[in-house]
C-alpha cells in the first residue's frame, strides 16, 4: 500500500515538473519586453490569487493553556523522578506554531500544566497566503527530544471569506480543545502518533486560548518572509464568554456484544468531557499558585476529584454469555446513571447555530437519498419527491431566517468577530439558497429533472460547509470501556449533538434520546479488518445542558422505572442526578428473524466467492443461520426464533422506539476465525399482546463494512408478544423444519409462507455468446470454459468451449429455464453468472464471477392488445381534453426535430414535421424535409422538362457563387463546417437556457415575445391548412412552416450560410450516444479474488469478460400479446431469435484518427512528441516515422487499414506514444473500442449514415452499399413489406413518408424533386419510427474519446477525435478510404506601402526652438515581433505629417480554413526538428518617434485582422477612430478576397480606463499574392530594385541635424532667428560705428583745430 502510495506521489510530482504554461510567439516577445512581467509569469499560482500580492501580518497570540496532561513522559523525565524520586509531574510546556514554511516558539514554562504565556508570533507573508492551515503544537521541552503534547491544525478558509462582503482571517480569542492518546504517560506510547494530529484523538489532552489576527500592510516590497515573537496583553476572558456549570448525564441501559478477550476481568464503562469524569489519568491534585492564573471564574480548568463533582464510570462487573459468542454485563433491573459537573464558557449559541443547519442538512440528505432511490428505479414519483424535497428546504432555510434574526435582536456582545462575521456570512448563504431552492422549484419538468437535481446536490455541499463552527465551544465527550484498569475501546461524541436547547431546532440530535454506541478499538487498530470487529454495543441515554435546566433531562428518559428521591427533586439546585435507575415495568417477546437471502456480498475467499452465515443478535440473545457455500448471494430462506427476549420500559415507548436488531454476516473458513464481511441493523415490527397481528414484509437492509457498501440483506424481524398461556394466536404458525436440513442448534425452519415472497412461473433465456480476455488461473491457460447461471437455486450451462483460443464463441448461443421466482421485482433473487474451465481428468477450476443484483434491465414485460388499445383510448382522451381546454386551438402539426447531426446547421440538415393524430387508430403520412440547396442531383421522379428548366434557372444564381469554393472544398471543409454548426447550436441553446431560466418563470423581452407571436401565428396557419387538405401534400403545412422559421431568429443566421454538407461532432464517446450498443450484447466483468475496498486492487480482480444476454418474462405468455422481440419477431418462439450468426467473420476496419488535444506533457520542455499506434487483435499498426513535433494539440490525418477476424480480433486499441530520441518511447495515452457490439448492434455502426448522397466531391458516398439497397436489407431482415417508391412517397410496410426537397432560393416551393436515393436515406435517419424493427441508425460523426494510462487510472491525458468504418470481407469491399491528410498551408506574400501618415502626436521639444516635433516612423509585422521591418525616419516632422514611400514585404504559409498563419522553425540550436505552431493572421503596424540618445517613444498602433479588417477611409479627414467599431456598422475587408486594399487607417493608444485616443492616421496599401504572382511579380524592400518606389516629397527641414550642420544653420537657426541675428548685426555695426566715431572724433578735432 505504501508503495502505491509512494508511486501516486512520484508520479504526481512528475506531472508537476512537466505542467509548464505554453507561450505564444507574441506572448514571449512581450516577456522580453517587460521583465515584471517575465516574472509573474512563471509563477506557479492556484487559481484565484493574484500575481501581484500584497504583504501582511498573520498574529497568533497565545494567552494560557490548561488541563495538560501531568505527567511526563520523556526519557530524561523518567531518569530524573528514578533518581530523585520526585513524584511531581515535570512537564514544561512551550507552544510552537508553524505557518508558511516558518515556525515560531513561544517562551518556555517550567513544570506546570497550567501555563501562561501572554506572547503573540507575528508571520509577515503574502496575502493572500499559498499556505492555509496554521499548524499549533504543544510540546514539552526536554534535553534530549521534544515531546509532542497536542496539535491543533487552523484551516484560514474556514476562518476567512474571500466574498464580496468577505472578511480577513479572524479567530477567537477562544479556546482551541486539544486530543491526542490517553494521559496515562506511558514511556512506551503507542499511541503518541495522535498527539500529531496523526488520526482521531482518543483522549482529552486540554485546551489552549489564542487568537489570530491579519493586517495587511501597504508594503509592496519583495522581503523574505520573517517570524517574530513578541509579548502581548493579557485578555479579560470574562468579555468573551461568561463560565458556565454544565451538565452531562448518561444512563446505560445495555451493554452487549463485548469481546471474549476481555470478558475475565471485571468491566466499567467512564464517560467524561475534558478531564472532567476521567477517573485514572484526568485527576488534579493542585490548583494554580499564582492569582493571576486563578482569574474568577474564568480561571484554567481545574478539575477536583470530588464525590459531589461526578459520578462518571459505572460499577465494575464481570460479563456474562449466553453463548460464548458475545458478552454482556448483567444489568437487569437496575440501570447505572453517571454524571458529570463541569464549569465551561458559555458559548452554546455556536452550536446551536450548527445544529439548526445540520438538521436542515440531514432532512436534505434523506430526501435527495429517497430521490435517488426513486430514480434508479424510473419511478415518475421522483419528481414530485425533488419538489418536496425543495419545499423543506425553503421552509427549513425560513426558520433558520427567523431564528437568526431573534437571535440578533436579543444578542449579547459577549462574542468574538469571527461570531459576528460567521452568523452574517450564514445568513447571506443560507437566504441565498433559500431563494435559489424557490427558483429551482418553479423550473423544475421532467425534461430538466436531471439537471436540478443536480442543482440541489449543490444545495448539500454549501450547506455541509457551513456547519462547523471554527471556534471550539465545548470538548468532545468520550466514552471508554475500562477492563482490569485498562482502556480497552472508547467513541468519541461531538458535545454538539447531546446539547438541550429550550428551541427544538437548535438541539442536539441525540439530546434525551437513547442511542446505539459501538465501541472501537483505540488508534491504528480501529482501521482496517482489526477494527470491522465490535468492542461493544451500548445502549445509552444522554443529556449535556447548564445545571439550571437538568430538570429537561428527566422526561426524555425512558418510561417504566421507579421515580427515586433525586428524580422527584431534581428542580432543586444541590439535588444530583440518582446513581441508578430501577426498572419495575418490562415486557417479554419473541423474536422471529426471517432471514431470507442477501446479494452483492463482498469477495472473501481467493476464488472470489464466500461461504456467508449470517449472526442475529439482540440484546444478549444470539442465534446463527446456515452456512452457503460458495456465493455471493446467499439464499438462507431460514426463521430465527430467539425466545425470552427481555426489554425494558412501557409498552407505548417500546412501540414507539423498539430495540434495533444486529444482523453480522461472516465467511466461514475451515481453519482460522470466520472473517467478517458485513453489519446491518434493523428495526423489528412489534406486536403486542393486546393487539392483533398484522404480517411484515421482506426488506432490503444496506450491509456496511466499516465505510464501504458490502451487500444487501432481504429479511424481516418480528418481536411478538403471545398473551398468557396462549401459544401463537393468530400469528403465523411455526412451519415445519426442512427435512434436508438439521443443524447443531437445532432444525431449521423455514420463512413462512404468509410472508416469504409469492412465486410464479418465469422463462430465463440465456444468450451465452462468448468469452474475452481470459487470464491465467493457477499458472495455467483456460482453453475449455463454460459459463454457469445460477439463480434461485437453478443452474443453466452453456456448452464448453473446445478451444478458446481459437473461437471463443459459443456454438449453442441461446438456453433457457424455467423456473418459479417472486412475483414482486423487489424480491427477486439476484442472478450469478460463474466461468469454469473444464481440464482434464475431470476437474473443474473456477476462473470467476459476476453478480447481477438488480434484475430490472433484464426483465421483459410484453404488451397485450387489451393494453394497448387501453393506452390508446387514453391518449385519445387525454388529447380531447386538450383541444377542449386549449381556448386558442391546438397545433394539428409538430415539429419534429430530429436531424442527425444534432441541430447542426449547413447543408443535409434534416427537419421532420408529423401530423398529430386526432385518431391515432387513423395512419398518416410522415412529411419529411429535406435540404439539398442547389446541389440535389440525381435522376427526378416524374418531373416534367418544364420543371426540370425552372429549378435549374432557379439555382443558377447560387450555384454560379459557390461554383469557385465548391473546388477548393475537401473533407476538411465539411469539418470545420461542422464544428461551427455545433458552435452555433451550443450558443443558441445557452441562450435558450437563460431565457428560460429568468426568475419565476417571468415572460421574455418584448421583441422576443412578438417574435413568438408570429411564430405561434404560422404555427396556427399550419392547423388550419393541415385541416383543409388533411390528405393531401402538405403544401399548405409546408409554406405555414417556412412562415414560421423565416420568422425565427435561428433562420436569420442561417440566411447567408454556405451549403456545406455536415456531420456529427460527438463530444464524447459514441457508446454514450447509443447505450454501449448494449441492446442484446451486454459485456460482464468476471472478478476472482477478494474485494479489499481499494480501487486499484479491485481492478485486477477481473480475470476476463462474458459476452452475452439474459432476459426473464413470465411464462406462459398471454395469449393475446402485441409484442415482439427485439428483432421484430413473436416471442412464442423464444426472445434471442433471428440473432445473427456468432462464427468467425473477416472485416476490413479503417480507422480514421483526425487529431488529438490537450494531451499530457511529456517532455521537460512542456510539450510532446505524439503519433498514433493501432492494435487489433495481434495485429500492430505504428505511425512513429510521421510523428509531431512539440505539440499538444496535434493534428493527424490519418487512416489506418487493418483486417480482422471477429471474435478473436474484437478490441480496437488506439494509443498516442510520444517519441523519445533516446530510450523506449512512452505512452501518453490509450482507448479501447469494443467493435464487435459495434458490428452486431441494431444501430449499424459499420458506418455511418451521410446527411446526404452524393457521388462525387469532398462528400462522396463511402458506404460499399447504396441508400436504397440499406433500406431494402434492412426490411428484409425485418421482415417488413417494401420499400415501394412513389413521386416523392417511400412506404415501409404501413407508413409512408413523404419527402420534400426544400429549396432555399425559392422558399415558397416545395416539390418532389430528390431522386430515390435521397428518399431511402431520408428514410433511413428516421428508421426508428418504422413498427417492431426500427432504431436510431448511427449517422456519420466524429466521436471524442478520452485518452488513460494504465499507470495513471482515472487521470485523463487528453482526447482523441477519430472515428472507426468497417466492412465485411464477404460483401462487396467499399472504395478508397477518405483523404483526411491534413491541409498544407499555401504560400502568400503580403505586401504593404507605407505612403504617409497624418496627424501623428509632437512627442518631442526642439533642442533649440522648443517647438513640437516628432521624428516619425513606421514598423509592422506579421508572424511576430522578430519578424519586424521599419521605414526610414521622417525628421522633423512639425504637423505630424510623414512621407515614407517604403514597401514591406512579408512572405508566409497560410491555411485558409483555420485562417491561421503557420509558422516552423526550431527552438533553439540543439533542437532535432523544427517545431509547428498557428497563429492568427493579424498585422500589426505601429508609428513611433525616434530617439538618438534614449529609447524609441512608442505613440500608437493598429492590429488589422487579415479576414476581417475595417476598409481604409478615402482621406485623412475621413479616417476616425469610428472605423474602429465591432457592431457590424463599419464595412470589412477580407484581404484573401479583395486583395488589394488601399486608404488611410488610425493609429491609437488605450488609457488607463480602457478608452482609445487617437495618435495618428496612415496611408497605406495592402497587396496579398500568391507565392507564383510574387515570383513573377517580384518586389524589392523599402524602395530598392525591383519595381522601385519613388524617393517621397519630404519637407526641406527634414533632416539629421548634427549630421547636416549647414542646413541646420539655415533651417533652424536662420529660419527662426532671422530678424534677431539682423537686428543683432546691425546692433554690433552701430556699436562699432559709434565706438570708432568717438573714437577717433577727438584726434580729427584737434587736427582741424592745429590745421594738421
Known amino acids: 500500500m505504501t508503495e502505491g502510495i509512494d508511486s501516486k506521489v512520484s508520479l504526481f510530482a512528475e506531472d508537476v515538473q512537466l ?80 505557518f508558511a514554511g516558518l515556525s515560531g516558539r513561544t517562551s518556555v514554562k517550567k513544570n506546570t500544566s497550567c501555563p501562561t504565556w501572554n506572547e503573540q508570533i507575528v508571520f509577515t507573508e503574502m496575502f493572500p497566503p499559498l499556505c492555509q ?96 515573537v513578541e509579548n502581548t496583553l493579557p485578555i479579560q476572558e470574562s468579555n468573551y464568554g461568561r463560565s458556565e456549570e454544565f451538565l452531562l448525564f448518561a444512563s446505560v441501559h445495555e451493554a452487549t456484544m463485548i469481546e471474549k478477550r476481555v470478558s475475565d476481568k471485571p468491566v466499567t464503562f467512564e464517560i467524561s468531557i475534558g478531564n472532567a469524569g476521567n477517573s485514572i489519568d484526568g485527576c488534579s491534585s493542585t490548583r494554580p499558585s499564582s492569582d493571576e492564573e486563578s482569574d474568577g471564574d474564568s480561571g484554567p480548568e481545574s478539575i477536583i476529584a470530588e464525590a459531589s ?342 409498552k407505548e415507548e417500546i412501540k414507539a422506539s423498539p430495540p434495533l436488531v444486529l444482523i453480522e454476516i461472516f465467511d466461514q473458513d475451515n481453519v482460522g476465525k470466520s472473517e467478517f464481511i458485513g453489519r446491518a441493523l434493523a428495526r423489528p415490527h412489534i406486536k403486542l399482546r393486546e393487539e392483533p397481528y398484522r404480517r411484515p414484509h421482506l426488506q432490503w437492509h444496506d450491509i456496511f463494512r466499516g465505510t464501504d457498501h458490502a451487500g444487501e440483506l432481504l429479511a424481516t424481524f418480528e418481536l411478538l408478544q403471545f398473551q398468557d398461556g396462549e401459544e401463537g394466536g393468530d400469528v403465523v404458525a411455526m412451519p415445519q423444519a426442512k ?60 456448452a464448453v468451449l473446445t478451444s478458446a483460443r ?184 445557452r441562450n435558450a437556457k437563460e431565457r428560460g431560466e429568468n426568475a419565476d418563470g417571468e415572460q421574455t423581452q418584448t421583441q422576443e415575445g412578438q417574435r413568438e407571436a408570429a411564430v405561434a401565428a404560422a404555427a396556427a396557419a399550419a392547423t388550419a391548412a393541415a385541416e383543409r387538405k388533411k390528405h393531401s401534400t402538405f403544401r399548405g403545412t409546408s409554406t405555414a412552416a417556412k412562415l414560421a422559421a423565416r420568422l425565427s431568429p435561428k433562420s436569420q443566421r442561417r440566411k447567408h450560410k454556405p451549403n456545406i454538407a455536415v456531420l456529427k461532432v460527438i463530444p464524447g464517446e459514441l457508446e454514450t450516444e447509443f447505450n454501449g450498443f448494449r441492446e442484446w450484447l451486454h459485456t460482464f466483468d468476471l472478478y476472482r479474488g477478494k474485494k479489499t475496498g481499494d480501487e486499484l486492487e479491485d481492478e485486477g480482480r477481473v480475470v476476463g469478460k462474458f459476452k452475452g444476454s439474459l432476459k426473464l418474462y413470465r411464462w406462459p405468455l398471454p395469449k393475446d400479446i402485441d409484442d415482439t422481440t427485439i428483432t421484430g419477431g413473436d416471442p412464442q418462439y423464444g426472445f434471442f431469435q433471428g440473432l445473427p450468426s456468432n462464427d468467425p467473420i473477416h472485416v476490413l476496419v479503417r480507422v480514421y484518427v483526425i487529431r488529438a488535444c490537450d494531451l499530457h506533457p511529456m517532455d521537460l520542455n512542456g510539450k510532446a512528441d505524439p503519433y498514433i499506434v493501432v492494435q487489433l487483435g495481434g495485429k500492430k499498426v505504428s505511425d512513429k516515422e510521421n510523428y509531431i513535433s512539440k505539440q499538444l494539440n496535434p493534428v493527424f490525418g490519418k487512416c489506418f487499414e487493418v483486417e480482422a477476424t471477429f471474435p478473436q480480433d474484437s478490441m480496437l486499441t488506439v494509443q498516442v506514444l510520444d517519441w523519445d530520441l533516446v530510450g523506449s518511447d512512452d505512452l501518453i495515452g490509450e482507448t479501447k473500442i469494443d467493435l464487435e457490439n459495434r458490428f452486431y448492434s441494431r444501430h449499424r455502426a459499420t458506418c455511418g449514415l451521410a446527411a446526404r448522397y452524393e457521388t462525387t466531391g469532398y462528400n462522396q458516398w463511402r458506404d460499399p452499399m447504396k441508400p436504397t439497397q440499406v433500406l431494402a436489407r434492412l426490411c428484409k431482415e425485418g421482415r417488413l413489406e417494401g420499400p415501394h417508391y412513389g413521386p416523392g412517397k417511400v412506404r415501409v410496410a404501413n407508413r409512408t413518408f413523404t419527402v420534400q426537397n426544400d429549396d432555399e432560393n425559392d422558399p415558397g416551393r416545395c416539390r418532389f424533386l430528390v431522386s430515390e436515393e435521397q428518399l431511402a436515406l431520408a428514410v433511413l435517419h428516421r428508421w426508428e419510427e418504422v413498427p417492431r424493427v426500427g432504431a436510431r441508425l448511427v449517422p456519420e460523426h466524429i466521436e471524442t474519446r478520452p485518452l488513460f494510462n494504465p499507470d495513471k487510472p482515472g487521470i485523463e491525458q487528453g482526447k482523441v477525435e477519430m472515428w472507426v468504418d468497417m466492412f465485411p470481407m464477404d460483401m462487396p469491399l467499399p472504395g478508397p478510404p477518405l483523404d483526411v491528410t491534413p491541409r498544407k498551408p499555401k504560400s502568400y506574400e503580403l505586401r504593404i506601402i507605407i505612403w504617409n501618415t497624418d496627424d501623428v502626436v509632437l512627442e518631442d521639444d526642439a533642442f533649440f526652438t522648443g517647438e513640437k516635433m516628432s521624428d516619425i516612423y513606421v514598423k509592422g509585422w506579421l508572424k511576430g515581433p522578430e519578424d519586424t521591418q521599419c521605414t526610414d525616419i521622417h ?181 527662426n532667428y532671422k530678424w534677431a541675428i539682423i537686428k543683432l548685426l546691425v546692433f554690433f555695426a552701430l556699436t562699432i560705428f559709434f565706438v570708432l566715431f568717438f573714437y577717433s572724433v577727438p584726434g580729427f578735432t584737434v587736427k582741424k583745430m592745429l590745421g594738421a
Open 133 to 228: 492551515r496554521v499548524k499549533i503544537q504543544v510540546r514539552d521541552n526536554d534535553a534530549v527530544n521534544d515531546t509532542v503534547v497536542a496539535t491543533h491544525f487552523l484551516d484560514l478558509t474556514n476562518v476567512s471569506n474571500d466574498g464580496d462582503k468577505g472578511f480577513l482571517p479572524t479567530f477567537g480569542p477562544a479556546y482551541v480543545y486539544l486530543y491526542g492518546s490517553t494521559r496515562d504517560g506511558a514511556v512506551m506510547d503507542e499511541h503518541a502518533s495522535l498527539n500529531a494530529a496523526l488520526g482521531e484523538g482518543i483522549a482529552y489532552r486540554g485546551r489552549l486560548l489564542l487568537s489570530v489576527r491579519c493586517q495587511i500592510t501597504d508594503q509592496l516590497d519583495v522581503a523574505p518572509s520573517e517570524v517574530e
Open 19 to 98: 505542467m509548464q504554461r505554453i507561450q505564444s510567439d507574441e506572448d514571449q516577445a512581450e516577456l522580453q519586453r517587460d521583465p515584471d512581467r517575465q516574472q509573474e509569469w512563471n509563477l506557479l499560482l492556484p487559481d484565484g490569487v493574484p500575481a501581484e500580492r500584497q504583504r501582511a501580518k498573520f498574529i497568533v497570540r497565545v494567552y494560557r493553556a490548561d488541563g495538560l496532561p501531568r505527567i511526563n513522559s520523556s526519557i530524561m523525565a523518567n531518569v530524573k523522578k528514578a533518581l530523585t524520586g520526585d513524584s511531581r509531574d515535570l512537564l514544561d510546556p512551550y507552544v510552537q506554531v508553524s
Open 1435 to 1615: 525628421y522633423r516632422s512639425l504637423t505630424g505629417e510623414g512621407n515614407f514611400n517604403w514597401r514591406f514585404v512579408f512572405p508566409f504559409e497560410y491555411l485558409v480554413a483555420e485562417e491561421k498563419i503557420v509558422i516552423s522553425r526550431k527552438e533553439s540550436l540543439f533542437s532535432w526538428d523544427e517545431t509547428e505552431c498557428k497563429i492568427p493572421a493579424r498585422l500589426e503596424l505601429q508609428v513611433w518617434d525616434a530617439d538618438h540618445f534614449s529609447a524609441d517613444d512608442f505613440l500608437g498602433a493598429i492590429t488589422l485582422d487579415l479576414n476581417r479588417f475595417p476598409r481604409g477611409a478615402k482621406n485623412s479627414k475621413m479616417c476616425t477612430l469610428d472605423m474602429l467599431k465591432t457592431d457590424g456598422t463599419v464595412p470589412m475587408v477580407n484581404i484573401f478576397k479583395q486583395r488589394r486594399v488601399k486608404g488611410w487607417w488610425p493609429f491609437y493608444i488605450k488609457r488607463e480606463n480602457e478608452e482609445m485616443e487617437l495618435t495618428g492616421k496612415v496611408e497605406a496599401e495592402i497587396h496579398l499574392l500568391t507565392k507564383d504572382e510574387a515570383e513573377k511579380n517580384p518586389a524589392g524592400l523599402g524602395r530598392n530594385e525591383p519595381d522601385p518606389l519613388e524617393k517621397p516629397s519630404r519637407p526641406d527641414a527634414s533632416f539629421m541635424w548634427f549630421l547636416n550642420p549647414l542646413k541646420s544653420i539655415r533651417y533652424i537657426i536662420w529660419h
Open 806 to 989: 481459437k473461437n471463443p464463441n459459443f456454438t449453442s448461443p441461446v438456453k433457457y429455464i424455467d423456473l418459479e421466482l417472486p412475483e414482486q421485482e423487489l424480491y427477486c433473487p439476484p442472478i450469478t453468472l460463474r466461468v469454469v474451465d473444464c481440464r482434464s481428468f475431470g476437474r473443474f477450476t473456477l476462473v470467476g464471477t459476476h453478480i447481477i443484483s438488480s434484475l430490472h434491465r433484464y426483465r421483459w414485460n410484453p404488451v397485450t392488445k387489451r393494453e394497448r388499445e387501453a393506452a390508446l383510448r387514453d391518449s385519445i382522451t387525454g388529447q380531447l381534453q386538450g383541444n377542449n381546454e386549449d381556448n386558442n386551438g391546438a397545433a394539428n402539426h409538430t415539429l419534429v426535430s430530429n436531424n442527425v447531426h444534432g441541430g447542426v446547421v449547413g447543408g443535409g440538415s434534416v427537419s421532420y414535421r408529423k401530423e398529430t393524430e386526432r385518431s391515432p387508430l387513423l395512419q398518416k403520412d410522415t412529411v419529411i424535409t429535406i435540404d439539398y440547396g442547389s446541389g440535389a442531383v440525381s435522376k427526378l421522379v416524374a418531373v416534367s422538362k418544364k420543371e426540370k428548366a425552372e429549378a435549374n434557372k432557379r439555382r443558377k444564381q447560387s450555384m454560379e457563387m459557390e461554383e469557385e469554393d465548391e473546388e477548393n472544398r475537401d473533407w476538411w471543409t465539411k469539418y470545420f463546417a461542422s464544428l461551427e454548426a455545433v458552435a452555433l447550436q451550443q450558443q443558441e441553446d
Open 309 to 650: 463533582m461526578w459520578q462518571s464510570t459505572t460499577p465494575p462487573a464481570k460479563p456474562m454469555t449466553n453463548d460464548k459468542v458475545y458478552y454482556f454485563l448483567p444489568f437487569w433491573d437496575d440501570k447505572p446513571c453517571l454524571y458529570v459537573r463541569a464549569f465551561f464558557q458559555d458559548h452554546r449559541r455556536r452550536l446551536y447555530h450548527s445544529n439548526v443547519i445540520d438538521s436542515i442538512t440531514t432532512k436534505l440528505e434523506e430526501g435527495l437519498s429517497e430521490v435517488s432511490s426513486l430514480l434508479e428505479e424510473e419511478d415518475e414519483n421522483a419528481e414530485p419527491r425533488l419538489r418536496e424535497v425543495l419545499e423543506e428546504l425553503m421552509a427549513g432555510c425560513g426558520q433558520y431566517m427567523n431564528l437568526a434574526r431573534a437571535y440578533s435582536s436579543n444578542s449579547s456582545g459577549q462574542r468574538t468577530k469571527l461570531d459576528k462575521e460567521r452568523v452574517r456570512l450564514c445568513q447571506r448563504e443560507i437566504d441565498h439558497l433559500g431563494s435559489s431552492a424557490r427558483h429551482t422549484k418553479a423550473l423544475l419538468s421532467r425534461h430538466s429533472f436531471k439537471e436540478r437535481y443536480k442543482t440541489t446536490h449543490s444545495y448539500l455541499a454549501k450547506l455541509k460547509e457551513l456547519i462547523e463552527d471554527p471556534q471550539h465551544s465545548l470538548p468532545d465527550v468520550f466514552v471508554w470501556m475500562i477492563s482490569g484498569g485498562k482502556r480497552v475501546a472508547y467513541q468519541r461524541l461531538a458535545a454538539r449533538h447531546l446539547l438541550f436547547s429550550p428551541v427544538e431546532q437548535e438541539r442536539g440530535k441525540h439530546c434525551a434520546t437513547t442511542q446505539t454506541l459501538f465501541l472501537k478499538l483505540p488508534g491504528r487498530k480501529s482501521s482496517g479488518p482489526g477494527g470491522w470487529a465490535i468492542q461493544g454495543k451500548l445502549q445509552v441515554y444522554m443529556w449535556l445542558g447548564l445545571m439550571k435546566h437538568k430538570k429537561n433531562l428527566v422526561p426524555g428518559i425512558p418510561k417504566g422505572y421507579e421515580l427515586s428521591y433525586e428524580l422527584r427533586n431534581i428542580e432543586r439546585s444541590l439535588t444530583l442526578p440518582p446513581v441508578s435507575l430501577h426498572y419495575t415495568q418490562k415486557q417479554t417477546f419473541q423474536l422471529r428473524a426471517h432471514m431470507y437471502q442477501a446479494r452483492s456480498l463482498i469477495a472473501s475467499d481467493s476464488s472470489g466467492l464466500s461461504d456467508p452465515f449470517a449472526r442475529v443478535i439482540i440484546g444478549e440473545h444470539c442465534r446463527v443461520t446456515q452456512v452457503i457455500d460458495e456465493t455471493l448471494s446467499p439464499t438462507w430462506d431460514e426463521m430465527l426464533v430467539l425466545d425470552d427476549i427481555l426489554v425494558y420500559g412501557t
Open 739 to 798: 427435512e434436508h436440513h438439521c443443524g447443531d442448534s437445532g432444525p431449521v425452519l423455514p420463512v413462512p409462507r404468509g410472508i416469504r415472497p409469492t412465486l410464479a412461473k418465469y422463462r430465463l433465456e440465456v444468450l451465452f455468446w462468448g468469452l474475452r480476455d481470459l487470464k491465467r488461473i493457477h499458472l495455467l491457460t483456460v482453453d475449455r470454459p463454460r459459463v454457469d447461471v445460477e439463480v434461485a437455486g437453478h443452474i443453466i450451462q452453456s
